[in-house]
């Protein structure tokens, strides 16, 4: 009883985003001394709503959280406005709050899968609803509403009679507002804050717009402006001063969207409602998520699983990044580059990115379903587990049937192309993997697949699409043996089969780089695969939108969108260096150059290539490789004399393999080594004559070094610098580095050739 009263109190706090019971308190207090009859209304739509949602058993946090009471306290809130309180109409209340509720749960999975907030769209539809109807069968009066005056800020304030009326409200108002700022008092400071700034942004506004009038506009600044400023500044945004001002500029706006509305709409007796507050807010979180709108202004929305769950430093809470670290690309580029056995987990966040909802982020999309309700157990129990699963079960393939493969089903598909892919261990169970064109014999479903109906008893198997046209209030049964059908989706508490985890396991053994992708890693089988490789020292990458527990074990861990993430890298493979391997220079190696360096250059240049760089500088000294050919190499050399400071001594590239990428990725190759102890600058030569070499470390982003030079035309050349008559053109690269740079010993960089 206590948890249910809880629930019932958080509903009016909702009005101002809270949950806190206490708040909800207060607000009714604060209702109830303005007018009796509309804290009876809002009383009987909050019980009305939330008893209901608590009989039905829909999403127990969600009632928790006031959710569900929202709208029915509302309804309750305005209903006798429109009917008295001695009227029998006035207790029509009571099903007018079920027929919200029912509105609200129409709402909330598509809604959800947009990642946007309902808000109170089901009270403005049905009490629009309920005016319009009762006009049109006469058994309500048109509601006489006046509309506001814009007259300028300067109205009404030299007028007796307005200045005693705006008094006499006032103080007529007082108590109630004074319970209601309380109510607002026990919210967090920043919810208080902005409650502050928005109603008195909100009152300016009024004021200047219709002078001393613009006071009695209490539904422009109390229902819009105030709600709509909490909302922006730390409850679907995060707090922070801009935050702040752009919710006080919303507000602002809202007066004159209440406005507007007021004056479209008085011939038909509609308020305007809470419609500022929604589209306002609505269109702000649809805008800020494109690109104009980020540039504009400079918000991120909280995701909508994360609305109202405390936050620990709200003012610095940093948006997410916009873009993918280069360095952390770079990484993951080269591991796949060098792996041939990729073996990719993949979660719900993958799934997520073709709308396709899951349970633990995306519960409004479940909004009347309980964990507990689905467990393997009671669904052989229970024929309301039995026909709610099938319920959801019919909402879930509507989503699926018109889902579509994202970036990362693709860039899986490309990998296998590649002759790359080991397999995928998926804990996904809508099959767009198969849909993007991954052979289904390198797919391992570890929790089964949702297009498949499997009797649980005679064990037959078919399609989900006869099944679901035979779906009614009845769940369906086998026609061969009547037996109690399921899909083939593994429910909490049912066996996972033996083969499905022992093909994963057997790809765990065999993988030379594990791919996480969109998992929380909190679901077992799937998560041991991660220690399992870790174990043998292969490496394992995690893309994941948030932190997860294992990112100790990982190699490298990327949070952020795993869209964002495989479209730049896609490119990255695509590029013409797409097929070619970078590693150090073994012995095999320089005996091999040393036959065909000269051939290479067309000129005498075997000299340069001398086995000490092989014996100081072996881990610089790279060999470019394609399906086991060399076809470039780079030696270069880290100073020991001067930190920071990496050279170039001489870089070739095969005749037949020129123009495909070899030399730039033999020098971002360096380029990493280089960042990864601390370099800050990378040097090379030229000859001045070389103009394609002088072009392509330009785009390398090199410039000019004219120490001790002498300019010669738009050219700084050393004399002599590679010996007598061997004039050179030094070029050098800053780099972004932490720490000096470390070397066995210094060299002087030598003739380069790109």
Known sequence: MKWWSAACLAAPAQILFSSRPL????????????????????????????????????????????????NGALVGLVWPSLFPLGSTAFWLVIPVSA????????????????????LTLPFILVTWGVVLLGQLFGFLDAPQVIPPSITGPLAGWNDPVIRQAVWD?????????????????????????????????????????????GFFWVGSYVYSAAPLTVAVAGIFFPYSRRSLVVGMLSGCAGVLCWVGIVWSTFPLGLFPLTLPLNSLLLGLIALERTRVGHALFRLQPIPLEEVGRPRASDPGRAAPPIRVDEGALSTLEGLIRRSSKILALTGAGVSTESRIPDYRTQIGFWFDANAEDLTYSRFLASSHSQWLYWRLQRRFFGVMEVALP???????????????LLGIVTQNVDGLHQKAGTSPERIVEIHGNASTVTCLGCGAQFRYEPIHDRLNMAPPRCEECGGLLKVDVVSIGEPIPGQRVRQAYQWGQEADLLLVLGSSLLIEPAASLLPLVSSRAVPVVIVNGTPTAYDALATLTIHASLGAVWAALSRRLASPTADLRIRPMNRADFLYLMNVVDEWWGESVRYLLHPLFLEHFADTTLVCETNGELIGFLVGLFSQSKPGEAYVHLVGTHPAHRKRGVARALYEHLFSLARKQGGQRVSAITVPYNSGSLAFHRKMGFTFSDAGAIWQGDLPVSVNYAGPGIDCVVMERELTSARPLLSKRESRPGILQA
């Open 99 to 118: 027929v919200t509720l029912a509105v609200q749960g129409r709402l909330f999975p598509p809604f959800t899968k947009m990642n946007l907030p309902v």
């Open 23 to 70: 708040t909800g308190a207060w607000l009714v207090l604060g209702v109830l001394l303005l007018s009796p009859p509309h804290a009876l209304g809002l009383l009987l739509g909050l019980l009305t709503a939330t008893g209901l949602a608590s009989y039905a058993r829909w999403n127990r946090l969600l009632l928790s959280q006031g959710i569900f009471g929202l």
């Open 406 to 420: 994202n970036q990362t089903h693709w860039s899986l598909v490309d990998l296998e192309s590649r002759g790359k």
């Open 169 to 213: 409200a006032a103080m007529m108002m007082a108590p109630g507002v004074i319970a209601l700022g309380v109510a607002a008092w026990v919210t967090p400071w920043m919810t208080l804050r902005a409650a502050l700034a928005g109603a008195l942004s909100g009152l300016a506004t009024a004021l200047c717009l219709g002078g001393l009038q």
